[in-house]
C-alpha cells in the first residue's frame, strides 16, 4: 500500500512552498518522501522533482502550439494527464515501492478542485494502485481579513472536499507573515453566532436567511476546519504531518523491529 497528500488550494497560497518545507522537515527527521510536480507552469523548484508532469506535456509548448491563453493552456494539459493515467502516470508509479510516500504538488486553477473531474480521476486511478489519498487543502491565512472571506473559504474547500471525497486536511498557511494572530484566532474555533452577527453586518437584509444556512453548514455539522502552519516552527510542520498521517494511516501496518542480539551477551 502506498500513501499519497494532494496539495491543493487557490494559486498563491503557499503548496509549493509547503512541499519544499515539508521536504526538508522529512529530510532532517530521516523520513522519505517524494515529491511529485503536477504543475505544467512550473518553472523553479526548492526540493528534488521525483516526477514532473512536464515530461508529458508543458504548458508554453501548449499555449505556442493552440494558441490558447494560460488558463486554457493549463486545463488542456491537466486534461492530457487525464488521458494518460493509464500510460505514463502507471509507469511513473510503477518505479515506487508499496509503502513509499509521495507528495503531489498541484496547480492553483479552483476549477480543477470544485467541478471539472480531473483531479477525481486522478485520485480515482491513485486508490485503484493501492494508494491512501488525503487532501491538503492550503488557504492564505493573510486572505482570512474578515467574516465574509472566511465563508468563502469555507465553502471553497468544503466545495472540493465534495468534489473529491477524500479525508481533508485544511490549513492556513503563511501564518508567520500574520501580524496579528489574534484576529485569526477566532477564526480556528469560530462560533456560530458570532459568525452570523458578522457577517449580517456584512449583507443586505435580504441575505439574512442565505447567511444563517451557510453558518449553520459551517457550525453545525463541523465540516470545515482549518489547522494554522508556520513554516518557522518544525512543531508546526510536524503537527500537520502526524494530521496526515493519521489519516491515510500510515504507518499503522508497520511491522515492529526487532534489535538481534548475541545470547552470549546475556551471560557476560
Not at 518545507?21 to 523520513?31: D, I, M, N, V
Not at 522519505?32 to 516526477?51: C, H, T
Not at 449580517?200 to 451557510?214: C, S, V, Y
Amino acid at each position: 500500500m502506498g500513501y499519497a497528500q494532494l496539495v491543493i488550494g487557490p494559486a498563491g497560497s503557499g503548496k509549493s512552498t509547503y512541499c519544499s518545507s515539508l521536504y526538508r522537515h522529512c529530510e532532517t527527521t530521516g523520513r522519505s518522501i517524494n515529491i511529485v510536480n503536477l504543475d505544467p507552469a512550473a518553472e523553479q523548484f526548492d526540493y528534488p522533482v521525483a516526477m514532473d508532469i512536464r515530461e508529458l506535456i508543458c504548458l508554453d509548448d501548449v499555449m505556442e502550439e493552440l494558441g490558447l491563453g494560460p488558463n486554457g493552456a493549463l486545463m488542456y494539459c491537466m486534461e492530457e494527464l487525464e488521458d494518460n493515467l493509464d500510460d505514463w502516470l502507471t509507469d511513473e508509479l510503477d518505479n515506487y515501492m508499496d509503502d513509499d510516500y509521495l507528495v503531489f504538488d498541484c496547480p492553483g486553477q479552483i476549477e480543477l478542485f470544485s467541478h471539472v473531474p480531473v483531479l477525481r480521476n486522478f485520485v480515482e486511478h491513485l486508490k485503484s494502485k493501492n494508494f491512501n489519498v488525503c487532501v491538503v487543502y492550503l488557504l492564505d491565512s493573510q486572505f482570512i481579513t474578515d467574516v465574509t472571506k472566511f465563508i468563502s473559504g469555507c465553502m471553497a474547500s468544503l466545495s472540493a472536499m465534495v468534489q473529491l471525497e477524500l479525508p481533508h486536511v485544511n490549513i492556513l498557511s503563511k501564518m508567520d507573515l500574520v501580524t496579528n494572530k489574534r484576529d485569526i484566532g477566532k477564526y480556528l474555533n469560530p462560533q456560530g453566532q458570532v459568525l452570523l452577527s458578522e457577517l449580517n453586518q456584512h449583507m443586505a437584509p435580504q441575505f439574512f436567511k442565505l447567511n444563517k444556512a451557510l453558518v449553520d453548514l459551517v457550525d453545525q455539522y463541523s465540516m470545515v476546519s482549518f489547522v494554522p502552519l508556520d513554516l518557522r516552527k518544525e512543531s508546526s510542520i510536524q503537527y500537520i504531518l502526524s494530521q496526515i498521517d493519521n489519516c491515510i494511516q500510515y504507518g499503522e501496518d508497520a511491522d515492529v523491529k526487532v534489535k538481534d542480539f548475541d545470547p552470549e551477551d546475556i551471560d557476560d
